[in-house]
């Protein structure tokens, strides 16, 4: 059966996670540079600021990723497609393996890590995927670019392919585990007597959460503790 608050005014509920002692370590986010070969009208992506090569221009920090995997975080791979100068980036390992094994790109590794799609932290922000054909050298070459970036506006000549993954907007500091209320959805009030299903999840492993409660209105120190729950689950389900 589902719980409910017994008041007859509206709720605010909070959820706290406690990581396991001690403090947690933060991880900063690092840069990532693009740059931008005009003859093929190309761009590539890289955590280096050095320019590839003669003929490469910086275009600036494009986004931001994780250097190493944090337990919410998903590799964004890299291939190259060095006979039509195209760089791709997904974090599907399916996609990756596709291209490696029956379209012609090479395996580059792993720009950084990122976040999925669905896993909308504070300071990050969807990563847009485009592509176009270029045909240069009259008519003797063909190139593809695969051009990432955090605005949704289309470059003109693209075609859009959505939204490949999250990455972050400037440097920021990240913890190693983390804590995601699925349900209610922010900002959401909890009317008294009607059941309420709360719906969390802990990336990382360890620590606690601990459920409270308190009016609409009320100072801060009149939360109540509701009870104290395990890292991943739901409470009144």
């Known amino acids: 059966c589902r719980r409910c608050l017994e008041t007859l005014v509206w709720v605010v509920l909070m959820l706290v996670f406690a990581p396991p002692a001690p403090a947690q370590e933060m991880v900063q986010t690092v840069p990532v540079y ?14 280096l600021p ?19 995997k944090l337990p919410y975080t998903v590799p964004l791979y890299t291939v190259y497609k060095r ?9 599907s390992e399916q996609a ?6 029956t379209l012609g790109y090479e ?17 990050s922000a969807p990563l847009y995927r485009w592509v176009r054909t270029y045909t240069f050298g009259g008519g003797a070459s ?15 000549g693209y075609t859009p ?7 972050w907007t400037s440097q920021v500091a990240l913890p190693r585990t983390l804590l995601q209320i699925d349900e209610p959805k922010a900002g959401t009030n909890v009317v008294a007597g009607q059941p309420t299903t709360i719906a969390w999840r802990v ?4 620590g606690s959460v601990r459920l409270s409660f308190a009016r609409s209105g009320d100072p801060a120190e009149s939360w109540q503790a509701i009870t104290s729950v395990a890292s991943s689950g739901v409470f009144g389900s």
């Open 34 to 47: 693009r740059v931008y070969f005009g003859p093929a009208q190309v761009h590539s992506y890289s955590r």
């Open 50 to 68: 050095n320019l590839p090569g003669e003929g490469w221009q910086s275009e600036g920090i494009a986004f931001y990723v994780l250097r190493d």
């Open 83 to 91: 006979k039509i100068w195209d760089h791709f980036y997904t974090v």
């Open 96 to 101: 990756k393996k596709d291209c490696c094994t």
């Open 107 to 123: 395996d580059q590794g792993v720009l950084g890590y990122v976040l999925p799609r669905d896993l909308d932290l504070p300071g």
């Open 142 to 156: 063909t190139s593809q670019d695969h051009f990432y970036q955090t605005a949704s506006t289309s470059p003109a």
């Open 161 to 167: 392919e959505g939204i490949e993954c999250r990455v």
């Open 203 to 206: 990336w990382g492993g360890g």
